[in-house]
């Protein structure tokens, strides 16, 4: 019976490609009511929904799909499609992707200005208001207390959006001066060089672009990040070379992947019988067992890196935020306080994720099909699910030391501090015993 359905649905696949909807749903329809298994079935009503008209009876067969193959990426597409999530003129074709926009780039971007004086309003890292740098007006952000959002991988992979990465410069037109100005590429919010008024980039409205999704915002100033930097030195026995500059706060990006689906294996399973005519009751080999199996994968939020140029010291840190605590993404987070860009896309962060994935999970299966020898494993059937970008909050200093700049990152949330530096390892000169960083630090430390 099943052969016979998968001829039928071959037939209505052949018909509705040519454009002869009515024999295909003829067809189609045949074949979802003599087949029982649930690849079949899940493309039989995807087909079926390519070939009626009423849009209710569209999503019904859509949905009819997605419920014999939840990770149905066509009919999760058109579904998306269907209620509006992405549009129709959006959608890319993944073998020829469209060449990367060139020239300058048009930018909205978001003002913020205290309503009472019309002075700079910047994040306070208190989580969740914004200050007027004069007039200390104090205004909350009024913000849910709810989680980030979870965003469908299929969906943006198909469109220009998943594989998109920032190359060209952005121009924004001041909203408060009305002069133009040029941010670099790689940075989503700055201060207008004329006027000084924080702009935030609406990165919802780009098409090649996605907009972050979460933010664990800043949790303390500039000061705390200093004694954060100071007993980390001091920690490690580093004596820096030269001047150190005051830690500089700004957002970080990161890439966060729900991965499913189920790694595809061949194991050899050997049984054993209890040898009856042996005094010591010994067991002997019977016969071996090929066993083809599928073991169900669940990983959730598998962190990477958004940023090529940080990822070393960021990769450190990344085990030291709460990632519980991520706040659904507001441009307000941003005032006053710079963000990076991804330059990694989605599409190829994926594929680390995948990858990863696979292998830790290919690692553990032998402990835990322990009666089992692993002979061939497959990734075939391994999917991302979900994803999230999320800003993260650092400070950053250059650390002069042993001949060369190191790059030191502070946790903007917890206070540790990472570098290229191996911890606890380095040592001070013991000839040197003044000068360096806490003499250059000792103004801001001394509390007045």
Same mark, same amino acid.
């Given at each position: 019976m099943d052969e016979f359905a998968k001829e039928l649905l071959r037939s209505g696949i052949i018909e509705a490609k040519t454009g #002869?909807?009515?024999?295909?749903?003829?067809?189609? /329809?045949?074949a979802i009511y003599a087949s029982s298994a649930h690849d079949a079935l899940a493309e039989g009503w995807f087909w079926m929904s390519q070939v009626v008209d009423d849009p209710a009876e569209k999503r019904k067969a859509l949905e009819n799909c997605l419920s014999h193959d939840l990770r149905h990426a066509r009919a999760r597409r058109a579904l998306a499609i269907l209620n509006g999530a992405i549009k129709a003129d959006e959608v890319i074709n993944p073998d020829k992707l469209p060449p990367a926009p060139e020239g300058l780039r048009k930018a909205?971007?978001?003002?913020?200005?205290?309503p009472k004086c019309g002075g700079r309003m910047a994040f306070a890292p208190d989580g969740g208001s914004l200050v007027c740098e004069y007039c200390t007006r104090n205004q909350g952000l009024g913000l849910a207390n709810a989680d980030a959002e979870e965003k469908d991988f299929i969906t943006a992979m198909a469109t220009m959006k998943g &594989?998109?990465?920032p190359l060209q410069e952005q121009v924004f037109h001041c909203k408060g001066c009305g002069s133009e100005f040029i941010l670099p590429p790689k940075l989503i919010s700055a201060a207008c060089m004329y006027c000084g008024s924080p702009h935030v980039v609406s990165l919802e409205k780009t098409k090649d672009l996605l907009a972050p999704t979460g933010i664990i915002p800043h949790a303390f100033d500039q000061k705390r990040a200093t004694h954060q930097l100071v007993q980390w030195v001091e920690g490690n026995k580093?004596?820096?070379?030269?001047?150190?500059?005051?830690?500089?706060?700004?957002?970080?990006p990161l890439w966060t992947f729900d991965v499913g689906g189920a790694i595809d294996y061949t194991a050899e399973m050997i049984q054993y019988d209890n040898d009856e005519d042996d005094i010591f009751r010994r067991q002997r080999q019977l016969e071996s067992v090929r066993? #083809? /199996?599928?073991y169900p994968v669940m990983v959730d939020d598998l962190p990477l890196p958004a940023s090529?140029?940080?990822?070393?010291?960021?990769?450190?840190?990344?085990?030291?935020?709460?990632?519980?605590?991520?706040?659904?993404? /507001?441009p307000r987070y941003l005032a006053d306080w710079p963000a990076e860009v991804y330059d990694i896309p989605m599409a190829d962060a994926s594929l680390d994720a995948r990858s990863q994935a696979y292998a830790f999970t290919k690692r553990d299966l032998? &402990?835990?099909? #322990?009666?089992?020898?692993?002979? &061939?494993?497959?990734?075939a059937n391994l999917v991302i699910d979900s994803f999230k970008?999320?800003?993260?909050?650092?400070?950053?200093?250059e650390l002069p030391f042993d001949g060369r700049e190191h790059l030191v990152l502070i946790n903007g949330q917890s206070g540790d501090a990472a570098s290229d530096i191996q911890d606890k390892t380095a040592k001070a000169p013991e000839t040197e015993k003044s000068g360096g960083l806490l003499d250059f630090l000792s103004d801001l430390l001394d509390d007045k």
């Amino acid at each position: 019976m099943d052969e016979f359905a998968k001829e039928l649905l071959r037939s209505g696949i052949i018909e509705a490609k040519t454009g #002869n909807k009515e024999v295909a749903r003829r067809y189609l /329809d045949r074949a979802i009511y003599a087949s029982s298994a649930h690849d079949a079935l899940a493309e039989g009503w995807f087909w079926m929904s390519q070939v009626v008209d009423d849009p209710a009876e569209k999503r019904k067969a859509l949905e009819n799909c997605l419920s014999h193959d939840l990770r149905h990426a066509r009919a999760r597409r058109a579904l998306a499609i269907l209620n509006g999530a992405i549009k129709a003129d959006e959608v890319i074709n993944p073998d020829k992707l469209p060449p990367a926009p060139e020239g300058l780039r048009k930018a909205d971007a978001d003002r913020f200005m205290c309503p009472k004086c019309g002075g700079r309003m910047a994040f306070a890292p208190d989580g969740g208001s914004l200050v007027c740098e004069y007039c200390t007006r104090n205004q909350g952000l009024g913000l849910a207390n709810a989680d980030a959002e979870e965003k469908d991988f299929i969906t943006a992979m198909a469109t220009m959006k998943g &594989h998109g990465k920032p190359l060209q410069e952005q121009v924004f037109h001041c909203k408060g001066c009305g002069s133009e100005f040029i941010l670099p590429p790689k940075l989503i919010s700055a201060a207008c060089m004329y006027c000084g008024s924080p702009h935030v980039v609406s990165l919802e409205k780009t098409k090649d672009l996605l907009a972050p999704t979460g933010i664990i915002p800043h949790a303390f100033d500039q000061k705390r990040a200093t004694h954060q930097l100071v007993q980390w030195v001091e920690g490690n026995k580093i004596t820096p070379e030269k001047k150190v500059e005051l830690p500089r706060g700004l957002y970080l990006p990161l890439w966060t992947f729900d991965v499913g689906g189920a790694i595809d294996y061949t194991a050899e399973m050997i049984q054993y019988d209890n040898d009856e005519d042996d005094i010591f009751r010994r067991q002997r080999q019977l016969e071996s067992v090929r066993i #083809n /199996d599928q073991y169900p994968v669940m990983v959730d939020d598998l962190p990477l890196p958004a940023s090529r140029k940080l990822s070393a010291p960021l990769l450190k840190l990344i085990p030291k935020f709460d990632m519980k605590s991520v706040k659904p993404y /507001d441009p307000r987070y941003l005032a006053d306080w710079p963000a990076e860009v991804y330059d990694i896309p989605m599409a190829d962060a994926s594929l680390d994720a995948r990858s990863q994935a696979y292998a830790f999970t290919k690692r553990d299966l032998p &402990h835990t099909l #322990n009666s089992m020898r692993i002979i &061939h494993t497959s990734s075939a059937n391994l999917v991302i699910d979900s994803f999230k970008l999320i800003l993260l909050p650092v400070w950053m200093t250059e650390l002069p030391f042993d001949g060369r700049e190191h790059l030191v990152l502070i946790n903007g949330q917890s206070g540790d501090a990472a570098s290229d530096i191996q911890d606890k390892t380095a040592k001070a000169p013991e000839t040197e015993k003044s000068g360096g960083l806490l003499d250059f630090l000792s103004d801001l430390l001394d509390d007045k």
